[in-house]
């Protein structure tokens, strides 16, 4: 019975093992994209964890990762920067997406985002596309906002 046990033990070690080394792999390639990268990984969703970031392909995370590195070594020196980068990155990140979503209206409107409301037009979740970009470059303005008037 004991020996059972040790080799779950040891199939669960290795399962492990394997997992991690598929997420360093990942990691990698979403950090350095090689030059077989193609549109279909590129235009793949990330995952729930890094759209928190402002990711939602993975072809963002290459650009955007390193600055969230380095909004996090800011954060080491001074708080009150990195929450005025992040603000700012926020403003810049959400003016960026409301420009792209507002002109994806006015093009062919055969591109549709993943989303969970079936039942709406294509230009109808462009326009919720849009507004949530707008949405999130008015939160980056009042993080930049109320940084300089009470933090500094």
Not at 12 to 37: D, F
Not at 67 to 87: C, D, N, P, Q, V
Not at 114 to 140: C, D, E, P
Request: proline letters at 4%.
């Amino acid at each position: 019975m004991k020996l059972k046990y040790k080799s779950n033990l040891y199939l669960n070690s290795k399962i492990i093992s394997n997992k991690m080394k598929n997420l360093w792999k990942n990691c990698k390639q979403l950090l350095r994209p090689s030059r077989e990268t193609e549109d279909s990984w590129f235009y793949s969703e990330p995952g729930k964890f890094l759209r928190f970031f402002h990711i939602y392909v993975k072809g963002d995370a290459p650009v955007i990762l390193p600055l969230i590195g380095l909004m996090l070594l800011t954060a080491i020196l001074s708080w009150r920067f990195a929450i005025l980068e992040w603000g700012i990155f926020l403003s810049l990140r959400g003016f960026g997406e409301m420009i792209y979503w507002l002109l994806q209206q006015f093009g062919p409107k055969s591109y549709r985002p993943g989303t969970s409301l079936k039942n709406l037009s294509n230009n109808s979740i462009y326009i919720l596309y849009q507004l949530s970009g707008l949405r999130n470059a008015f939160y980056g303005l009042i993080i930049i906002c109320f940084t300089l008037i009470y933090l500094y």
